[in-house]
């Protein structure tokens, strides 16, 4: 099958993420890939919950007494969002609307970058009220953990918009609508881990 073969929607096919031997073996090092990430995410959770609260005597901070949840939900709402909006996009892709897939993939990469404005807005009024890295072994925990997860949101914006610019006058093929169906599947990798950090992090947190 020729990669670079250009289609119509007529004749592109139903599932082109998987629709040669190449894009199939993308697939199995994905996996592989969400594998490794589960168990770091999962190292991280567990030395969270360990360290949660933990510091020097006296210590002026606390989950209960710290975060706020209005700003984390609008937060959480504004990547689910981005995650339904990357839903759109590989809808187009599969029906070979490369236009209407770039203008989807857009708007998920201005969502995301809101997301981070505000965790980085978050962070910084952290820092303000003397909750810093150092501060405890409680923040550190938590600046590793939510900060992982940030530097993950940050490669999937540079993932989005590298597809975009080297493919915006080349339209989809078999070569590259693999690269972007598994960009959106990392994009809700992503969207799972932070539902479970709102949870874990900030709800239990919050509610004690």
């Known amino acids: 099958m020729d990669l670079n073969k250009r289609y119509t929607p007529q004749t592109w096919p139903d599932h082109p993420e998987t629709a040669t031997l190449e894009g199939k073996n993308k697939f199995v090092g994905f996996w592989l890939l969400l594998a490794a990430e589960t168990v770091t995410f999962a190292s991280l959770f567990a030395t969270y919950l360990a360290l949660k609260d933990k510091g020097p005597s006296g210590m002026e901070f606390s989950a209960s007494g710290l975060f706020e949840l209005p700003l984390v939900f609008a937060m959480t709402m504004i990547l689910l969002t981005s995650s339904l909006t990357s839903v759109y996009a590989m809808y187009h892709m599969k029906n070979h609307n490369f236009k209407a897939m770039q203008a989807w993939l857009g708007i998920t990469v201005l969502l995301g970058l809101a997301f981070l404005g505000l965790e980085i807005y978050e962070f910084n009024h952290y820092v303000h009220l003397g ?78």
Do not use: C, Q
């Open 131 to 208: 909750f810093g890295y150092t501060n405890s072994a409680f923040s550190s925990a938590f600046y590793t953990l939510v900060g992982t997860h940030g530097a993950h949101v940050v490669f999937g914006l540079s993932w989005f918009i590298a597809l975009m610019l080297r493919n915006a006058k080349r339209g989809l093929n078999m070569y590259n609508a693999p690269k972007f169906y598994l960009a959106a599947l990392y994009w809700h990798f992503i969207d799972v881990v932070w539902v479970f950090i709102f949870t874990v992090v900030y709800l239990m947190g919050v509610i004690g």
